[in-house]
């Protein structure tokens, strides 16, 4: 599977005894960016007692090692999401029948890669058959090779360890052979530049281009080329163990992250008479499969074998027939098709939606309604949908409000039902009106919405009456629920008392991180079977219990909303957030009445899910709504032998309803090589997207069991990962903690998580807060959640010495590639500007001891002194402000809408925003990164 080693890697193995020499130990490791100020910071400590409890607990349970006592397993397969409430079989149910293994004796057909345009093109073979390309899909048929680095060198500060670049990684083969002696594994790592990296030593981890994905390799360069987008579909493993064994001795968790329905530009969109899949297992045809010839095709997922329609000899693009392999569908691995009738088991729904709103004291109060009601207005026209598009809306306090928009009344007419324990709908065919037809009235009451209860004097919230009438509204047709709430549901159905008063102890927290009632999640899996989705817009200033209200949008595929302490002039910061949210929101891309199912190869299962969904069966997942900004997780296991394979794959098929009423299927493939050797498991590790699986099951943990137990088993998956890698090396590890290039920021990445808001162990945080940020852990997609845990930190002071994103012909276009920092203080100078940037907020800081002549070319003011807070960069003409405002708005591309950018000195009363992020430093009661090394160090073992 790999290749034989060269001449000169022969040689070299030849002369390792006379290269590896003895050589003298680093100096200590240092947190002070100038030794002589910072040489006792964190001073040397001696190895502390293991914190962690001795009952083991772990994410996984792996076999167990040379003297070492096994952990007790912990993981159930229980999913308390996965209630079949609707057992459905159709065209778009399939299970994987097992079948003979003579899948392996079979390579996949190289597919031609040179599209000719010239010449004379014979006629479709299949004429009369309706088959197209869409107009707008900007579909190229030549695939685009896309390099990503998965490793990267590190920045050395010792010179007398030095690594190797430019020899291939593929060592497996030949480290199996002789990996009994440590000095020539050490050896052949130095030489192939894969060194383990010492953590307690070395300082610099992090690359200055940041963490890449690691990059799949396949014997055939032309697989390379065709895999999936790691934006869209990543495995926690880039080569998959061929036993279960294999895997439980590299002690790395196996799982899968999704972002399902990413915006995409250079989207192929297909429509043809009939959707060419496998017979056994359903699995859509795509680039990985085998053409036995011009007639049949081999699953690669089940092997089994299937006949290819006339229809599929005919490639629209070249005009040309005879050859299968030049169909769109099997040159890349994420399409699109338009789907016939038969994937509808009802026409396709109209774009609905509807908005609920609170009109509180409280709210009413924050300013949030003529926030959302200008922008409302301001999009109008650019709401996704057609001309069947519907809109309505409800209000709500103590009492339930109603708005007949009807055609031919001249203003809006308001109904209020004070009855909330038995709530019904007052005029039903007159509160959803047609978004085309009566935008006249709509805007009026979008005008008076925000002047209309400035005098209200109630203060209780009704907000489950609210659901239920919403629910009986949309119940007919479907649609999305849109909720703002500021404060905690105090009568009617699904009311709430105050739980956050009564916690006095982090043991206690379980109780509070789950719901109190039952009463939210049962309307969801009644909102999800009629194909209804909600999500929340909290804007509280108070606990409004998240845990229990957010069940609503967890269970019908809704997404949550949080912006703490909201006013709309009061804190300007959020209330731009909103504003960004919020319009992004209204006019994103939306898919209605969706389902989704991940199909694996034989040998492979699914067992646990992760996101905002309903699970309907036993893999197929609901999701009334979906959107670009929402990710998925899924924990594989092995349950076959993969020797016979040499590579598997994973598909996913999101079908759903466009908001032009089109039936679509979007479908991803992913494939990946089999290996037989630990070294090799270990070597295609993906530490980012382990992280985001850990993060994931550490949520359920933490609702399940306990906190305490969640940072438990968060610490011992690093400690695992470690452990496998430190018994593959053969050498003594007592003064050193070392890890494989491609996992050395793992830990970093957890010390992070733990520290998190979600995740720390102490009670400063508010219970809402917390709540919030394990439901993104288990919604955002991973680049989001990285950044989540470990925001990026650039130096903005170098703008005139670093260099520029190459391409940039126009000077007023330069971009700075600016390098990554570490979020440690040894790495903040006193005359620096620092840009951290967040998800949802950008924030740049400033030093006393800058430049004034960078005062003036960036801020215009004469110094910093002059500096006031800013929320946004000057527009001047220097080159520092040109490049640097370059800068930011590559960042704000980068993200789903605009964040805030708040411009502070380091003397700010907010700078601890600043320093609480930095997530290497002791602060808060937390240890620093290095105190988390030294803690892991005796437990590496």
């Not at 149910?93 to 996949?108: D, E, I, L, M, V």
């Not at 699914?606 to 009334?624: A, Y």
Request: glycine share 4%.
């Amino acid at each position: 599977m790999y290749p034989h080693p060269t001449t000169s890697q022969t040689q070299a193995q030849q002369s390792l005894s006379n290269y590896v020499q003895q050589q003298p130990h680093p100096p200590p490791y240092n947190l002070g960016h100038q030794p002589q100020q910072n040489q006792n910071l964190y001073p040397q400590l001696p190895i502390p007692q293991q914190t962690v409890t001795g009952q083991g607990h772990t994410f996984n349970s792996y076999a167990t090692q040379q003297g070492q006592q096994q952990q007790p397993q912990l993981v159930t397969n229980y999913n308390p999401q996965s209630q079949v409430v609707n057992q459905i079989t159709d065209n778009y149910n399939g299970h994987q029948p097992s079948q003979q293994n003579y899948y392996s004796s079979h390579q996949p057909q190289q597919p031609v890669v040179n599209y000719t345009t010239q010449g004379t093109y014979p006629n479709n073979p299949a004429q009369g058959q309706q088959y197209s390309v869409q107009p707008g899909s900007n579909y190229n048929p030549q695939p685009q090779i896309t390099n990503y680095n998965g490793h990267h060198p590190q920045q050395n500060y010792y010179p007398q360890q030095h690594q190797h670049q430019g020899v291939s990684n593929d060592f497996g083969s030949l480290s199996k052979a002789i990996g009994g002696l440590s000095v020539t594994q050490q050896g052949i790592n130095k030489i192939w530049g894969n060194e383990a990296v010492d953590l307690l030593k070395q300082r610099q981890i992090l690359p200055p281009t940041g963490v890449k994905p690691p990059e799949i390799r396949f014997q055939h360069d032309y697989m390379n080329s065709i895999n999936c987008s790691p934006d869209i579909f990543r495995c926690t493993l880039t080569k998959i163990p061929e036993s279960k064994s294999l895997l439980q001795k590299s002690r790395l968790p196996l799982g899968i992250l999704i972002h399902p329905f990413k915006d995409l530009t250079n989207l192929p969109v297909i429509q043809c008479s009939a959707i060419v899949r496998c017979r056994a297992c359903r699995t859509y045809i795509n680039p990985y499969v085998y053409f036995v010839d011009q007639r049949r095709w081999k699953c690669n997922l089940c092997a089994r074998l299937n006949d290819l329609p006339d229809e599929f000899q005919y490639d629209p693009v070249t005009r040309t027939s005879g050859d299968p392999s030049r169909r769109p569908e099997v040159r890349s691995a994420t399409i699109e098709f338009l789907a016939p009738a038969d994937y509808m088991v009802r026409p396709p729904q109209a774009a609905v939606y509807l908005y609920v709103l609170d009109v509180s004291t409280n709210a009413v109060d924050t300013g949030y309604l003529k926030t959302i009601c200008d922008i409302l207005l301001e999009e109008l026209d650019k709401i996704p949908g057609d001309s069947r598009t519907q809109i309505g809306f409800i209000t709500f306090d103590s009492a339930v409000h109603f708005y007949n928009l009807a055609e031919g009344l001249s203003q809006p007419h308001q109904y209020v039902v004070c009855d909330i324990d038995d709530i019904f709908i007052p005029c039903p065919n007159d509160l959803l009106v047609n978004l085309q037809e009566s935008k006249e009235i709509l805007r009026q009451l979008l005008n008076t919405l925000p002047t209309k209860f400035l005098n209200t004097s109630d203060n209780h919230s009704a907000l489950g009456a609210a659901l239920q009438a919403a629910h009986k509204l949309l119940a007919p047709i479907g649609g999305r629920i849109t909720i703002f709430q500021s404060c905690l549901t105090t009568i009617g159905p699904g009311a709430l008392t105050n739980r956050e008063v009564t916690l006095k102890n982090i043991k206690d927290m379980q109780p509070v991180l789950n719901p109190t009632v039952d009463f939210y999640k049962k309307l969801a899996l009644e909102c999800s079977q009629q194909y209804i989705a909600v999500d929340l817009f909290f804007i509280n200033n108070q606990y409004v219990d998240i845990a229990s209200i957010g069940c609503i949008s967890k269970f019908s595929g809704g997404s949550v909303y949080q912006f703490p302490n909201f006013h709309a002039t009061d804190n300007p910061t959020q209330s731009y957030l909103l504003e960004q949210a919020f319009q992004r929101y209204v006019t994103r891309k939306i898919g209605f009445e969706a389902v989704m199912r991940v199909r694996c190869s034989r040998g492979l299962s699914i067992h646990t899910f992760h996101g905002n969904f309903f699970v309907r069966s036993t893999d197929l997942l609901s999701l009334p709504n979906c959107h670009p900004d929402s990710g998925f997780g899924m924990q594989v296991s092995i349950d076959e032998s993969l020797s016979d394979l040499q590579t598997v794959c994973f598909q996913a098929a999101l079908l759903y309803t466009s908001s032009k009423g089109e039936r679509r299927i979007r479908v991803h493939t992913l494939c990946l090589p089999v290996a037989g050797n630990v070294n090799d498991i270990i070597g295609s590790a993906d530490q980012q997207c382990i992280i985001g699986l850990v993060a994931k099951m550490a949520v359920d943990r933490s609702q399940t069991t306990s906190l305490v137990d969640a940072r438990e088993a968060c610490t011992n998956a690093v400690v695992d990962a470690l452990t496998a890698y430190a018994t593959t090396q053969n050498s003594l590890t007592s003064v050193s903690l070392l890890a494989p290039p491609n996992l050395a920021m793992l830990p970093t990445y957890t010390h992070a998580l733990l520290r998190s808001i979600g995740f720390r162990s102490d009670l400063r945080v508010r219970m809402d807060d917390r709540v919030h940020f394990m439901n993104q852990m288990k919604t955002l997609p991973l680049t989001y959640l990285i950044q989540s845990i470990y925001p990026d930190l650039y130096p903005l002071h170098d703008v005139e010495t670093t260099s520029v994103i190459a391409d940039c012909d126009d000077p007023n276009d330069e971009t700075p590639d600016f390098p990554r920092l570490q979020l440690c203080s040894d790495r903040i100078d006193s005359y620096g500007v620092y840009l951290m940037d967040m998800p949802e907020l950008i924030f740049v800081y400033v030093c006393r001891s800058v430049s004034a002549q960078f005062c003036q070319n960036v801020f215009d003011v004469n110094g910093y002194a002059d500096l006031v807070e800013m929320n946004e960069f000057p527009e001047l003409e220097t080159t520092a402000s040109i490049r640097i405002r370059n800068f930011v708005n590559s960042l704000q591309c980068m993200k789903p809408f605009c964040a805030p950018i708040r411009i502070i000195r380091d003397d700010s009363r907010d700078r601890m925003i600043f320093v609480t992020h930095m997530m290497e430093d002791r602060g808060d009661g937390n240890g620093s990164l290095y105190e988390f090394l030294q803690q892991l160090k005796p437990m590496v073992r």
